[in-house]
C-alpha cells in the first residue's frame, strides 16, 4: 500500500499559478504510476494528468492541456501539479492517486485525502 498526502492548495486570483505537493508512503513509490484529479462543487471527479513510474510519460485531459504539468521526485517520493493561468472553474478539491498500471481509464487505487483550490475571479 501507498499513503498520500496533498498540500499546496489555497486561495489564488484568476490568470495566477499554484503548486500542488503529493508526498508519498509505504511501499515503493516508482511502482506505482501517478495521477491527478479534481471535484468541483456540484460536479464529478474530474481526471486530470497522469505520470509513468520513472516520469518519462505523461498524459493530460484536454481541460489542463496547456496550463498544468505533472512532474514527479521518485528520490524524494513526491508527485507534483503545477498549475498556471488558473480560471475560476478550476476551483475543486484536488487528489493525488496511484495506481500499478498505465493506460486510459486506468482505476486508481489509493489516493489521498484532497486539498482546495479556490480561484478568485
Known amino acids: 500500500q501507498v499513503q498520500l498526502v496533498e498540500s499546496g492548495g489555497g486561495l489564488v486570483q484568476a490568470g495566477g499559478s499554484l503548486r500542488l505537493s503529493c508526498a508519498a508512503s509505504?511501499?515503493?513509490?516508482?511502482?506505482?504510476?501517478m495521477g491527478w484529479f479534481r471535484q468541483g462543487p456540484g460536479k464529478e471527479r474530474e481526471f486530470l494528468a497522469s505520470?509513468?513510474?520513472?516520469?518519462?510519460?505523461?498524459y493530460y485531459a484536454d481541460s489542463v492541456k496547456g496550463r498544468f504539468t505533472i512532474s514527479r521526485d521518485n528520490a524524494k517520493n513526491m508527485v507534483y501539479l503545477q498549475m498556471n493561468s488558473l480560471k475560476a472553474e478550476d476551483t475543486a478539491v484536488y487528489y493525488c492517486?496511484?495506481?500499478?498500471?498505465?493506460?486510459?481509464?486506468?482505476?486508481?487505487?489509493?489516493w489521498g485525502q484532497g486539498t482546495q483550490v479556490t480561484v478568485s475571479s
Open positions: 509505504g511501499r515503493q513509490f516508482s511502482d506505482y504510476v
Open positions: 505520470i509513468s513510474w520513472s516520469g518519462g510519460n505523461t
Open positions: 492517486a496511484a495506481t500499478t498500471s498505465w493506460g486510459r481509464n486506468i482505476e486508481y487505487k489509493f
